[in-house]
């Protein structure tokens, strides 16, 4: 019997562009920038590059190929499923991590689709050996520690019972031994440094193996939070690692969204679900088809702008699923009529002004711009689609 397919990834070209209300532009050059500038501050380390949740919502068909010409070797995910529907669009000797490891039964499935779990507990261990054990081979993971986020990972008393099995880690080869920092974005909170003491205290107890523990905002901790591997994943996609210095990564992605009517509205009327907008003078507004099923928070309008050059216009009332209005009166006529397209991601306006607006962070806006766009792929200063 044939094998099955591969599962599709979420997101390739979607909506023609003629069709969509929206496209949103993702420049695989500026991805593959900022992962060069990554490698060099962790001169010494691995570089790899995380690709979960669809490369944070930007298509890991397209994103992670781009970072393989760029020399990324290896990747990571959250779920088995994403490593599946990935595998056929690496090379056969890219390593893809899963983040979660195996959920009970889903072992072979790793094994057939040459996916590396993350062990997380006991029993995910016990669950690898047994299958190390059926196929009479060891088998590569790597192994997490929980050095303070208390998240995933293995405790220390998880290891003392690991210690305490005959079997201990029979079967299993650890090709990473890896933690998480729960406040790297923060480089004066001291709890990053204890993270690391944490984690070199408990490795020491474990097989010898390379090291991981920084992520996108660790990179930026400097050499000692480097080990043997570094694993951005949203400073790849242009999120600013923390809020201490000026954002060191390009811009990666433009969202402009389609003007699909206009009108002008007086101090009697009111805009929006529950009309939580009056203007006190007229106004002319534009009903801009992108909403909260498009990664906008209802919320959001409160702060937010949509942009015509590098000239902002506010957000008004309230967020619809499908559509927003946006106060386009001191724009001119010509260039805000139906069809013409405004800004809502851009080169004035990125994810983190986004994400300040909404009050929350740019790996949410990134993962939440959902897959109802055209999209528009730059590669080498072309346009792929």
Known sequence: ????????????????????????????????????TLRGLAA?????????????GLGATRVAPALERAGA???????????????PHVASTTRIFVLHGPLAGAEADCVRHDLIPVLNSVEQIRGWR????????????????????????????DIDRIEADPDGWRGIGPGLVMSHLACADDPSDPASARQRARLLALRARLPAAPVSLAASSGIFLGPGFHFDLVRPGAALYGVAPNDSAPNPMRPVVRLQARILQTRIVGPRDGVG?????????????????AGYADGFMRHAARDGRAWLGTQALPIVGRISMDSMAVDITDAPDSLTTPGAMLD?????????????????????????????????????????S
Not at 73 to 87: N, Q, S
Not at 273 to 289: E, N
Not at 357 to 372: M, P, Q, V
């Open 1 to 36: 019997m044939p094998p099955a397919p591969p599962a599709p990834l979420l997101s390739d070209t979607g909506w023609p562009r003629g069709r969509a209300g929206a496209t949103l532009t993702i420049d695989l050059d500026a991805i593959r920038a900022n992962y060069r």
């Open 44 to 56: 010494g380390a691995e570089c790899a590059a995380v690709v979960k949740a669809d490369a944070y």
């Open 73 to 87: 070797r290896t990747f990571f995910v959250a779920h088995v499923d994403e490593g599946i529907a990935l595998r």
């Open 130 to 157: 047994a299958t190390a054990r059926g196929l009479d081979r060891p088998l590569p993971a790597a192994v997490q520690l929980d050095t303070g986020m208390s998240r995933f990972g293995l405790s220390e008393q």
């Open 273 to 289: 679900y529950g009309l939580t907008y009056r203007p006190s003078a007229p106004r002319r507004i534009a009903t801009v088809a």
């Open 344 to 384: 809502l991601l851009g080169p004035q306006h990125g994810v983190d002004d986004v994400a300040r607006g909404a009050g929350t962070i740019g790996y949410e806006i990134l993962t939440s711009l959902g897959h109802r766009y055209h999209r528009a792929y730059v590669a080498d200063g072309t346009p792929l």
